[in-house]
């Protein structure tokens, strides 16, 4: 069964940080573009970062500078490492291969 797992997330104050895990099952994470996004209540699903296969990323102007994304083939897992974290921050976070979507991981930034 192919499927996308994530983990990390929690309960962090202001400023704070979080390292999310997308975890590949039954493919390799190596030869596809991975993209995080996150869904606040109310609001449209975002894109907050993506990894190409040639090592390439790109992240919104909302997130960079705190938020980057990173993988390790050899763990088939791809990181969104998130510092600074604000409330707006506050979201599922899921992230995406060819293959469809994670279940999400809840990020709740509040003090």
């Known amino acids: 069964q192919l499927q996308l797992v994530e983990s990390g997330g929690g309960l962090v104050q202001p400023g704070g940080s979080l390292r999310l895990s997308c975890a590949a099952k039954?493919?390799?994470?190596?030869?596809?573009?991975i993209g995080w996004f996150r869904q606040a209540p109310g609001a449209e699903r975002e894109g907050v970062s993506c990894?190409?296969?040639?090592?390439?990323?790109s992240t919104p102007e909302s997130v960079k500078g705190r938020f980057t994304i990173s993988r390790d083939n050899a763990k088939n897992t791809v990181y969104l490492q998130m510092n600074d974290l604000k409330p707006e921050d506050t979201a599922v976070y899921y992230c995406r291969a060819p293959v469809g979507w994670g279940q999400g991981t809840q990020v709740t930034v509040s003090s």
């Open positions: 990894s190409t296969t040639d090592g390439g990323t």
């Open positions: 039954g493919f390799p994470l190596e030869y596809y573009t």
